[in-house]
């Protein structure tokens, strides 16, 4: 009799954590979905403000709070605060975990590249790295997916190069 009531509480334990487990895959998933659906919101943003300048930035930092509950970051270090000195100062902003940087190719190697206000001519291809930070234990995140996109300048006229 003693023997079925310990396996009855087997079962039970197992059948709980099993469905704890699935939760949580479900959550990240979720999560890793976001990822793909702010890389569009990117892809936009860079095609109308010609790279990743400052008002893209804006734009997206203003959109990631909306739709994701906080600011980008501006390094891929744990816990790294919000890029903007604003939402910094601002404790009521928390960090989305998006971090995001523009990237050029030069004699073979990858070599981040900070655009400024400067926007690139029409068509010219832009290239970045979407990161985001997942899950966090102590402080230190275990799950950084990273995506690596390409769009275009869409920009005409006298502000292009």
């Given at each position: ?15 709980i954590?099993?469905?704890m ?5 479900v959550?990240?998933?979720?999560k890793l ?15 109308r ?13 203003d ?16 816990n790294?605060p ?9 404790d ?16 073979g190697?990858d ?10 001519r ?10 985001r ?6 402080g230190?995140?275990f ?19």
């Amino acid at each position: 009799m003693l023997e079925g009531a310990v396996m009855e509480y087997v079962k039970w334990f197992i059948g709980i954590v099993s469905v704890m487990f699935i939760a949580v895959v479900v959550v990240y998933m979720f999560k890793l979905n976001e990822v793909n659906s702010f890389q569009q919101d990117v892809n936009y943003q860079i095609e109308r403000y010609g790279g990743l300048t400052e008002e893209a930035k804006i734009a997206l930092n203003d959109r990631a709070k909306k739709a994701y509950g906080g600011c980008i970051v501006e390094s891929l270090e744990d816990n790294a605060p919000c890029l903007f000195a604003a939402d910094r100062a601002d404790d009521s902003v928390k960090s989305s975990g998006f971090f995001i940087r523009e990237y050029r190719t030069e004699d073979g190697q990858d070599v981040y590249y900070d655009r400024g206000d400067e926007q690139a001519r029409y068509g010219t291809t832009i290239q970045y790295v979407l990161t985001r930070q997942i899950g966090d234990i102590n402080g230190k995140s275990f799950f950084k997916p990273s995506v690596i996109g390409m769009s275009a300048s869409r920009v005409r006229g006298a502000d292009s190069e």
